[in-house]
């Protein structure tokens, strides 16, 4: 979309990054946040990251007037990285800890953002490139450090008013895991969502569940399929294979099919 948001995670940077870029990061670590999370850097390092916006725009529109890039590194709680258009001006807002990741790494979110925002083909190299880094280990374990330590998750909790969580999940864990599974933080979602039924935040390790299955008319065994469905992601972790995540792999798929009254429970979801 125009003003579209893109997911980007952050790169190890303590290692495998060029000493030039080690000390630029370091002296941008010195400064202080604005009042509003925005990151003063070094003036070499906006310039270096300008530059290869710069570039990658030249390629993408050779011939289309160049317009003024306005680039900010920002404390995002997660990882999003945004360009906006406004006035014929680019604003562009990445994560604080793209700062010193490799420059072939910007070159890429630069071209994706670029290309995205002016409906352009996507380069399958920087495609490439981009999935790689995002789904290496190394950076996913990072992401969920920052999502924990710098979201704030807010819980309302398991206690409904018709059904309470930790009922629910004591009964199928000893139904279907022997009782093995350690409970995380489970709890009722703030509003009675539609669009999002559940989810397993393994930041914060929480399972919520929308909170439109607390009331009288919502059958048992809905509320049951969701929290095990999301019970299945605690003994299923997403996994990587490649370039792609796998979040409902074989295995968790096996499983999901193990519930008794899946059929029926997933016609009930449809009807909502």
């Not at 014929?88 to 807002?93: D, P, R, T």
């Not at 920052?146 to 998750?153: H, V």
């Not at 399972?207 to 469905?229: G, K, N, T």
Request: aromatic letters at 10%; proline letters at 5%.
């Amino acid at each position: 979309m125009l003003e579209g948001l893109f997911d980007f995670l952050s790169w190890p940077l303590a290692e495998a990054q060029p000493e030039a870029m080690r000390k630029a990061v370091s002296r941008t670590r010195k400064t202080k946040a604005t009042p509003r999370g925005t990151l003063l850097i070094s003036e070499k390092v906006a310039a270096d990251v300008v530059s290869i916006f710069e570039q990658e725009y030249r390629v993408l529109r050779p011939r289309a007037p160049m317009p003024e890039f306005h680039i900010r590194f920002r404390r995002f709680v997660s990882l999003n990285t945004t360009i906006r258009l406004r006035d014929g001006q680019l604003h562009v807002s990445l994560s604080d800890l793209l700062e010193g990741a490799p420059e072939s790494v910007l070159r890429a979110i630069a071209h994706i953002l670029i290309a995205k925002i002016y409906k352009k083909p996507i380069s399958a190299a920087h495609n490439h490139r981009y999935k790689r880094f995002q789904y290496s280990e190394a950076v996913a374990r990072q992401t969920e450090q920052i999502r924990s330590s710098r979201g704030a998750k807010r819980y309302s909790g398991p206690e409904g008013r018709y059904f309470n969580l930790e009922e629910v999940f004591d009964s199928l864990n000893e139904r279907f895991f022997h009782g093995l599974l350690g409970r995380p933080q489970l709890t009722w979602s703030e509003q009675a969502a539609k669009r999002l039924l559940g989810h397993y935040d393994a930041a914060h390790n929480t399972i919520v569940v929308s909170r439109v299955f607390d009331r009288p008319s919502s059958p048992r065994y809905a509320i049951e399929y969701l929290l095990y469905h999301e019970m299945l992601h605690l003994k299923h972790p997403v996994s990587v294979r490649g370039t792609r995540r796998c979040v409902h792999g074989a295995a968790f798929k096996a499983d999901e099919k193990l519930f008794p009254e899946l059929e029926k429970a997933l016609a009930f979801l449809k009807r909502l």
